[in-house]
């Protein structure tokens, strides 16, 4: 074996630097997006064929860190909340929703449902890198 064939060896079968956070990589950080995307889209995200965040779970989450700006809202702005709910006049329920969370992420009600399911994948994340890492050497024998 040559140098370069020796060196390329090396490379080769270098293990991965087990130092750095997944969610703090490139790669780490796309995985957390598309799976935040995937819970706001009302799915349960799974690794390794089991559930690791449910949809329900990010309901539940969502509603523990809002529930605050619930109880110290104004009765009208509540009442007009519900009432729009029930007329189907979606932009003014929102708009409603946006005024009573507005202590929440200035009411950007994506933002508060996205940060909440990108804390909620914290737990399952570097098991997500160990089945994308084992996905990826499946990938790479299949040729």
């Known amino acids: 074996m040559n140098a370069m064939q020796a060196c390329q060896s090396r490379y080769d079968h270098m293990l991965p ?5 997944f969610l703090d990589t490139t790669e780490g950080a796309n995985w957390q997006d598309g799976a935040a995307a995937h ?4 799915n349960d995200y799974s690794v390794n064929s089991r559930v690791g ?16 700006s619930f109880t110290e809202t104004d009765p009208n702005v ?13 932009a003014a329920a929102k708009s409603a929703l946006a005024e009573i969370l507005y202590d929440v992420k200035k009411g950007d009600i994506r933002a508060i449902v996205y940060d909440a399911a990108c804390e909620l994948l914290v737990d399952i994340a570097e098991a997500a890198a ?3 890492r084992a996905d990826n050497e499946a990938d790479r024998y299949d040729c």
């Open 78 to 90: 509540l009442g007009f909340l519900v009432a729009t709910i029930q007329d189907g006049d979606i």
């Open 39 to 42: 819970l706001m889209g009302g």
């Open 17 to 21: 630097d087990d130092s750095e956070c």
């Open 130 to 132: 160990d089945q994308i």
């Open 53 to 68: 965040v449910d949809y329900f779970d990010l309901c539940e989450f969502v509603g523990l860190q809002t529930q605050q």
